[in-house]
């Protein structure tokens, strides 16, 4: 009978802190940028995927949460002039829920036996949620303060925030999929 060995959490924190910042510092250097927000990074997502694949999802929830607290600060910008209620709304769907359902990037580990389809899948689905959150925010938020000429709000936010996360999700998959391939110390922990 095999005994499972318990997570070391010194080594969960360490390795999680250091995701997070990875993916902080990845999210700095984008490839293309929209005008309004939002923008192709250099493979942003990835850490938080891997974090996803290699332990459970409450933990990888809360890691991705970590990370919104640091988008939202790094992009207070955004929110500067919007009323209280307008504020909290873009905080909840742009940074707080966008970001954290990342963590969600995992639930395949356990469901697909091969572990670069696991990921690859896992990773195209938290760029699917968090493309969600910005269609909501971009379609109830800000095509109400500044309408789009000639579209309607949805079909403007469709567009706009498809235009960098569809890029982005590819992205997110393959390199998530080549990582845990080819990196086995990037696998679930036991």
Not at 69 to 97: E, H, I, K, N, S
Request: proline residues 4%; glycine residues 8%; contains cysteine.
């Amino acid at each position: 009978m095999e005994t499972v060995k318990p997570i070391n959490k010194t080594r969960r924190l360490t390795e999680s802190a250091v995701m997070i910042a990875l993916a902080t510092v990845l999210s700095m250097v984008q490839v293309y940028s929209l005008p309004n927000g939002g923008s192709i990074t250099a493979c942003s997502m990835v850490p938080l995927v891997l974090i996803a694949m290699r332990y459970d999802l409450k933990w990888s929830l809360f890691v991705g949460f970590v990370h919104s607290v640091l988008q939202l600060f790094l992009g207070l910008g955004a929110v500067r002039g919007l009323t209280l209620g307008t504020t909290v709304a873009v905080v909840l769907l742009d940074y707080t829920f966008a970001f954290t359902v990342l963590g969600l990037s995992g639930v395949f580990k356990n469901r697909i036996k091969n572990q670069a389809i696991a990921a690859a899948a896992g990773g195209a689905l938290g760029c699917l949620l968090r493309f969600a959150c910005h269609f909501l925010s971009g379609w109830l938020i800000w095509a109400v303060l500044w309408p789009p000429e000639g579209m309607l709000p949805a079909a403007y936010s469709l567009a706009y925030n498809g235009s960098y996360m569809l890029p982005e999700a590819v992205i997110t998959a393959v390199v998530s999929a080549l990582l845990v391939q080819f990196l086995p110390m990037y696998q679930r922990a036991q």
